[in-house]
């Protein structure tokens, strides 16, 4: 295919993503029976993102243009993909890098997201006979001329012994944060939940740790995060609460909650499920570092990423800070 045929089907794709599908919504389903944190909203969530934000002609054609991709790809590579499977179809965006370059990549599921993805690459293999070759599914990645794999900072240690004899580009685990000044809006409060709880907070784009000036005033704060009060009703989510509050309490440790989220004093940015850390800073120039902080993906606050915009990421927003197409333009 070439690069207008790769972008027309990657549109019909985002038409398909958000119609109603009777095979669509079954695999939507069977996603949310078979991983009990892909409840159906969060699914359609990221659904959504997808199809407005990544697959729309002009974005596609603007992003192809800036890294001079030609119409057809002179030397395609075979490259392997490992998908994370936090949130659903997490690894959409690797997929998505590949095919528009036209490469050729062999997709390593997530074993706690495999249900929405092949139903994708039927409809491309439908579509175009051409992805069928193009793309494929396999639980083995050998013979690749370069590998993406997404993981925690132990998975990765294996795939640097893996793969590290190719051209590889591996993440490890990540997380953000957000900085306040104490003076936020009702409306940006309100956003800045959802930075913390989409997805349960299970993204590296997940707001895990707050800093706050000194004498800061926690009770907007947590009557904003009770727009999230019902993931006190889902099981896993619940259990993981109670734990962490018969950790707290048995610690004898300082806490605050709104009876679904735990805030705990801590000045790492990385947060279990259900705790929300909080650190507090006497001037915001002074905390360090932000740039290129290799723990860091997202630092929201109204001189960075604004409120309720971290999980709402665009073509060129890369995991880990990595420009994944200049990545695959270099090989």
């Known amino acids: 295919m070439d690069l207008q045929n790769r972008i027309s089907i990657l549109v019909e794709l985002g038409e ?6 009777v095979s669509w919504k079954n695999a939507k389903t069977r996603a949310f029976q078979h ?23 002009d974005l596609l054609e603007k992003w192809a243009s800036e890294y001079q991709i030609p119409d057809r790809e002179k030397n395609p590579k075979k490259i392997g ?9 997490v690894g ?42 193009q793309i494929l599914v396999s639980s083995m990645l050998k013979g ?17 012994c893996y793969f590290g004899k190719y051209p590889s580009l591996i993440r490890r685990n990540r997380t953000s944060i957000a900085l306040l000044e104490g003076n936020e809006s009702a409306e940006e409060l309100e956003k800045l939940a959802d930075d913390v709880f989409l997805y349960f907070g299970l993204g590296c784009r997940n707001v895990t740790q707050i800093h706050v000036p000194e004498n800061y005033d926690f009770i907007p704060l947590l009557r904003a995060f009770g727009k999230y009060l019902w993931m006190a009703d889902h099981h896993k989510y619940k259990n993981n609460y109670d734990y962490r509050l018969s ?12 009876d679904c ?37 997202c630092v929201v606050g109204r001189q960075w990423l604004p409120f309720g915009k971290s999980q709402r990421p665009e073509l060129s927003d890369y995991a880990d800070g990595t420009d994944t197409m200049k990545f695959l333009r270099s090989l």
């Open 16 to 21: 398909f993503m958000l119609s109603e599908d």
């Open 35 to 57: 991983n009990a944190w892909f409840i159906p909203d969060f699914i359609d969530l990221s659904i959504s993102q997808i199809a407005e934000r990544f697959l729309h002609r």
């Open 81 to 89: 993909i490992v998908m994370a499977g936090n949130i659903p179809l």
């Open 92 to 133: 959409f965006h690797d997929f998505l890098c590949c095919f528009i370059n036209g490469h050729s990549p062999l997709i390593k599921l997530s074993s706690r997201d495999s249900w929405l993805f092949p139903v994708i690459l039927e409809f491309l293999n439908k579509k175009n006979p051409a992805a069928a070759d």
């Open 144 to 160: 690749m001329d370069a590998y993406i794999a997404t993981g925690s900072n132990n998975s990765a240690r294996y795939f640097d």
């Open 247 to 258: 950790l707290a309490i048995l610690n004898k440790l300082p806490y605050m909650t709104n």
């Open 261 to 297: 989220l735990l805030m705990l004093e801590n000045d790492s940015p990385f947060s279990p499920i259900a705790v929300l850390h909080y650190t507090y800073y006497k001037d915001i120039k002074n905390i360090i570092p932000i740039e290129n902080n290799e723990n860091l993906q």
